[in-house]
């Protein structure tokens, strides 16, 4: 096991800078998890570490050695990729064994370890069968064994639940989860899901463009994003954005949408008076928008808005709505009565309030 440092990490394909200036520590045993939208730079980053892509710049370290030029099958890593990646011809055993036969280990060392990593993962009755005859989780699951009977110092993982349908991938990453906290094994993981990001990783490195926008813990992320950015693409349904005036009326500041005007509380004012008289982009959970008899309480803040669609879900609905130029997003008990078309009142709990600058895009709390 090993830590992973990029200093300064960039590549670039010609005129395509892929990843520019990334600068990360994993730490020894962490689930770091690389999470962004298509074409952020997630793989290239993890397949700079994996030795797959050249670097154009700065430098990798596993453990205490530089890698930029040590060949893959050199850094003592094991990659586990979306395709599974597994020789056809080859039963079970055989795709497990084949790395370990590859560097020459005895054979009952080999038998050893793919016993034991068949057993963790639990195929261990389907070593005589070859991959056409197993089932895309179950494949996945060989794919995994043949990382782990590796026991490398480093795991790298290319969305390797994403040919999984919705219900296999859940339960797969309660299982990967489980793996991790046996087998204690550093883990660089990607992924474009914001959902698997925050509920595997220890850390998660939010990616945009090439460059890391955010790296936090799950909740660092989610509670405190650093740009409008992060803000929009953690969490779901994503954070309500609306473009408010700023105005100081006396020692309190108030946000006017042009259909709602709320005061912000006390203690957020502070660093919103130097925007006086500006726009900022108020943000705002769907959770955190009261909606029907719960927003009549705060008569003084309640505003209505149009219902335009309703998602029942079963343990919550989710409310479309529109109030002017703003569309909000609300997440309500399954009990509240909306009828599409008719307005709704809705109240924010302003102590939940986000604001972001609306040029830099940066956080302002
Ligand atoms: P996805 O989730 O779609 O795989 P990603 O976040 O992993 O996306 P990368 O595959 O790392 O993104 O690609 C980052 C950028 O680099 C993209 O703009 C992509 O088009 C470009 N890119 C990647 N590989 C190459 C290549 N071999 N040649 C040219 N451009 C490339």
Known sequence: MAKVILKNVGKSFGNVIAVADVNLEIGDREFLVLVGPSGCGKSTTLRMVAGLEEI??????????????????????????QNYALYPHMNVHENMAFGLKLRKFPRAEIDRRVKEAAETLGI??????KPKELSGGQRQRVALGRAIVREP?????????????????????????????????TTIYVTHDQTEAMTLGDRIVV????RVQQVGTPGETYNRPANLFVAGFV??????????????????VYLNGGTFRVKVPEVKAGPLKPCNGQNVILGI????????????????????????????????????????????????????????GEPLPVALKMEKMHAFDRNTERAIF
């Open 235 to 252: 969490g779901s349904p994503q954070m309500n954005f609306l473009e408010c005036a700023v105005t100081i009326e006396g020692e309190a």
């Open 285 to 340: 959970r769907p959770e955190d928008v009261l909606a029907g008899r719960e927003a009549e309480r705060f008569s003084e803040s309640a505003f209505a808005a149009l219902v335009e669609v309703v998602e029942p879900l079963g343990s919550e609905v989710h409310l479309y709505l529109k109030s002017g130029a703003h569309q909000l997003t609300v997440r309500a008990e399954p009990s509240l009565s909306a009828r599409l």
């Open 124 to 129: 261990g009755h389907l070593l005589r069968r």
């Open 207 to 210: 990616m945009n463009g090439g």
């Open 56 to 81: 154009t710049s700065g430098e990798i370290y596993i453990g205490e050695r530089l890698i930029n030029h040590v060949a893959p099958k050199d850094r003592d890593i094991a990659m586990v990729f």
């Open 153 to 185: 110092r480093v795991f790298l993982m290319d969305e390797p639940l994403s040919n999984l349908d919705a219900k296999l991938r859940v339960q797969m990453r309660a299982e990967l989860a489980k793996l991790h906290s046996r087998l204690q094994t």
